[in-house]
């Protein structure tokens, strides 16, 4: 099993680019997490699907935000325009129902 | 009051001694509740999950559980310096959404 599998590690982009981060899940996972940690909140969700559908986005923390699931293998997470502050570390983690998370290795964003 | 409350430390203990990593949660609904292990500049990885109160062990890890209380902890025994991370607390919500601390610093010392 290959683990979820994130897109790229590292992504340095000037303030006002788009960014879009991409996550592969666990085959056969049908729940979909994407968390954003900083040092000083930590590990915070920002949205999770089940099923390819968006379940609960309340934890994105803005209109420049979004993310998608096309079909059961891939998601991506964009920001549009980026700013400074979305400097961070990225990951997406994949379960099945009553089951741990399953984290990928991360993309650390970094927006001068 | 934080969903989730960890001692974000530094702990420090010597090589061989117990280490004790505690956690407290706001949600009395939640039913699970994990721990991560997560080292410097890697992801967050699975070392133990408590369904039921009272303890649960597994090797040299023993997660304990008091879900009147709202306290959750891990005790590590014989630590090694290959302990040395930040150990994240999560308990489980609806949809099986964990929602994690901000996590303590472990430090094993030789």
């Known amino acids: 099993d290959a683990g979820v599998i994130q897109s790229p590690r590292h992504e340095v982009t000037e303030m006002g680019q788009e960014v879009t981060l991409r996550c592969k899940p666990i085959?056969?996972?049908?729940?979909l997490f994407w968390y954003r940690q900083t040092m000083m909140r930590g590990l915070e969700l920002l949205i999770y699907f089940n099923n390819n559908v968006p379940i609960d986005d309340s934890g994105m923390p803005e209109d420049r935000f979004s993310a998608k699931m096309p079909n059961a293998s891939f998601s991506t997470l964009k920001i549009q325009p980026s700013e400074p502050r979305d400097s961070a570390v990225y990951f997406c983690?994949?379960?099945?129902?009553?089951?741990?998370?399953?984290f990928g290795n991360g993309t650390r964003l970094t927006v001068t | 009051q934080k969903e989730v409350e960890q001692n974000s430390g530094p702990l420090s203990v010597p090589e061989g001694a117990i280490a004790s990593l505690n956690c407290t949660y706001s949600?009395?609904?939640?039913?699970?509740f994990f721990w991560y292990r997560q080292y410097s500049g890697k992801s967050p990885e699975l070392i133990m999950f408590i369904y039921s109160n009272g303890d649960k062990e597994d090797g040299r890890f023993t997660a304990q559980l008091n879900k009147a209380s709202q306290y959750v902890s891990l005790l590590i025994r014989d630590s090694q310096p290959s302990d040395s991370a930040t150990y994240l607390c999560a308990p489980e919500g609806e949809g099986n959404k964990l929602t994690f601390g901000t996590g303590t610093q472990l430090k094993v010392e030789l």
């Open positions: 949600d009395r609904g939640s039913q699970s």
């Open positions: 085959s056969g996972h049908d729940y």
């Open positions: 983690a994949s379960s099945l129902k009553n089951s741990p998370l399953h």
